[in-house]
T-cell receptor, first 117, second 113 residues
Framework: AQKITQTQPGMFVQEKEAVTLDCTYD???????LFWYKQPSSGEMIFLIY??????QNATEGRYSLNFQKARKSANLVISASQLGDSAMYFC??????????????FGRGTSLIVHP | GAVVSQHPSRVICKSGTSVKIECRSL??????MFWYRQFPKQSLMLMAT?????????EQGVEKDKFLINHASLTLSTLTVTSAHPEDSSFYIC?????????FGSGTRLTVV
């Protein structure tokens, strides 16, 4: 079975500082994909970053980077230079197990990030 | 990029009525659509997976007769909440696989009064 664990229910960060949101995963598949999504209070799910299990380098997208440690099965999201607009729920997810012709995604419980001015 | 359009974004209905939520893939063909329900400050709860032209696969504990899912074409999937009750009030969001990832609709806030 696949599992995503986010152990931080809530995080606080000062504006302009960096913050790391933790994510560990468990899977027996050698090939998998890991994602981070941002969900502001409006409810939309915004894709932030993707890391493939065979990617040699850590993924980066602007202020977002993914600290991928395969041996530790961790895929932490690093947000540099936090902005007030970064306040939201953040979900770590895995392109999950294959069933019925599709990959069923697995989501973590989420981390609520609040950026203080 | 791949876009999923979800409507309505917000709906209020009377107890006992039915509500239909639509998700359309605008610039790609969504063979599979995932339907989620989300309670405040909680994660997404997968309700069902629909594949175009076949019956949806429901997760354990989800009432098939209450949450009717239809995926009649490669660009349209619908979720109908039948005989809605106040406990069905929630945030519903759809998602489709596009490339290596998942793209989401903007969600529907359903309030049953």
């Amino acid at each position: 079975a696949q599992k995503i664990t986010q152990t931080q229910p809530g995080m606080f960060v000062q504006e302009k500082e960096a913050v790391t949101l933790d994510c560990t995963y468990d899977t027996s598949d050698p090939s998998y994909g890991l994602f981070w999504y941002k969900q502001p209070s409006s409810g939309e799910m915004i894709f932030l970053i993707y890391q493939g299990s065979y990617d040699q380098q850590n993924a980066t997208e602007g202020r977002y980077s993914l600290n991928f440690q395969k041996a530790r099965k961790s895929a932490n999201l690093v947000i540099s230079a936090s902005q007030l607009g970064d306040s939201a729920m953040y979900f770590c997810a895995m392109r999950g197990y294959f069933s019925g012709g599709s990959y069923i995604p697995t989501f973590g419980r989420g981390t609520s990030l609040i950026v203080h001015p | 990029g791949a876009v999923v359009s979800q409507h309505p974004s917000r709906v209020i209905c009377k107890s006992g009525t039915s509500v239909k939520i639509e998700c359309r893939s605008l610039d790609f063909q969504a063979t599979t659509m995932f339907w989620y329900r989300q309670f405040p400050k909680q994660s997404l709860m997968l309700m069902a997976t629909s594949n175009e032209g076949s019956k949806a696969t429901y997760e354990q504990g989800v009432e098939k007769d209450k949450f009717l899912i239809n995926h009649a074409s490669l660009t349209l999937s619908t979720l109908t909440v039948t005989s809605a009750h106040p406990e069905d009030s929630s945030f519903y969001i759809c998602s489709a696989m596009a490339g290596e990832g998942y793209t989401f609709g903007s969600g529907t806030r359903l309030t049953v009064v």
